[in-house]
């Protein structure tokens, strides 16, 4: 079983940039695609961003044009770049995996396409 542990999270400013990283405990992640969801205080969890294995991203409107998603395959790692950091980026950010890679594109924001999930790192944007 992959286990995903993120770090990064910490108290910035807006305007600043944070950069986040999944550490995946097996190779077998190589093959996955990965996600990244957040969750504000009082709201549901939210899609972010994907990647697959062959390094195709994925980002909702809301980040786009200021995160971005990348992976290392060599060291099981994910990461999220996230500059121009806004208030409302406030929120605990999760690294997951899915099963297989095989997850088709419309449904990489739904949280039940991953069965692998991080505990989150918390990211809070202060003015």
């Known amino acids: 079983q992959v286990q995903l542990v993120e770090s990064g999270g910490g108290l910035v400013q807006a305007g600043d940039s944070v950069r986040l990283s999944c550490a995946a405990s097996?190779?077998?992640?190589?093959?996955?695609?990965m996600a990244w969801f957040r969750q504000a205080p009082g709201k549901e969890r939210e899609f972010v961003s994907a990647?697959?294995?062959?390094?195709?991203?994925y980002y909702s409107d809301f980040v786009k044009g200021r995160f971005t998603i990348s992976r290392d395959s060599s060291k099981n790692t994910v990461s999220l770049q996230m500059n121009s950091l806004k208030l409302e980026d406030t929120a605990v950010y999760y690294c997951a995996a899915d099963a297989d890679g095989r997850s088709i594109q419309s449904t990489l924001d739904r949280e039940e396409v991953y069965d692998v999930w991080g505990s989150g790192t918390e990211v809070t944007v202060s003015s």
């Open positions: 097996t190779r077998t992640f190589n093959r996955r695609t």
């Open positions: 990647i697959r294995w062959n390094g195709h991203t």
